[in-house]
């Protein structure tokens, strides 16, 4: 088997987030997603250690990351990725640690409190981030659950339009699925 490139971890080409802030989704084969966690420094570190022990996060129904990326001179990272857990409530974290309660209006005061200025809705502020995603792949070709690695890619290549179709990757076809949150207020 060939040594795997340093660009890839556990079957995601992670070349172009080098060096950048992001929260990371973890989503199975429908998108849902799984688990959410940040990163400040090394991503491929971080994607390994969810990969081995008893609470592995990166099981291998994990087949795309959105990945968000975040300027954390303006967004407290760990705020934003906690309000990205209070919305979609993946599986694989344990708790809401910083928002309680049901109610926008709470959410957004809480976050300013914690130096998170939310403009507009929940809904709308989250999605005035860029993201990307990435589609898990595999060295190798007898693994046929991936998709052999590709060329490297810039990172503008792997973001996301929103098709309108029910298998969309895009964070604005994810909060309407996913969020718990709009269909508890929904008329
Ligand atoms: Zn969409």
Not at 45 to 53: K, T, W
Not at 81 to 91: A, G, M, N, Y
Not at 105 to 123: F, M, N, R
């Amino acid at each position: 088997m060939p040594k795997k490139p340093y660009t890839h971890a556990k079957g995601f080409n992670i070349t172009s987030l080098q060096g950048k802030s992001i929260l990371y989704l973890f989503r199975n084969k429908r998108g849902k997603v799984i688990y959410i966690g940040k990163c400040e420094d090394d991503f491929k570190d971080r994607i390994n250690s969810h990969d081995y022990g008893i609470s592995r996060k990166l099981t291998p129904v994990i087949h795309y990351i959105t990945v968000v990326i975040v300027d954390t001179s303006i967004y407290p990272l760990y705020v934003l990725e906690h309000l990205f857990i209070w919305c979609l409530l993946p599986s694989k974290n344990e708790a809401v640690w910083l928002f309680y309660g049901n109610e926008e209006d709470e959410i957004i005061q809480i976050a300013k409190e914690k130096k998170l200025y939310i403009t507009g809705s929940v809904k709308e502020f989250l999605l005035s981030f860029e993201s990307v995603v990435i589609e898990r792949e595999w060295e190798d070709i007898s693994a046929k659950k991936y998709k052999r690695y590709g060329e490297l890619e810039q990172l503008s290549s792997k973001k996301v339009n929103c098709n309108g179709k029910r298998s969309c990757l895009c964070i604005n076809c994810l909060l309407d699925r996913q969020s718990v949150r709009w269909k508890r207020t929904a008329p």
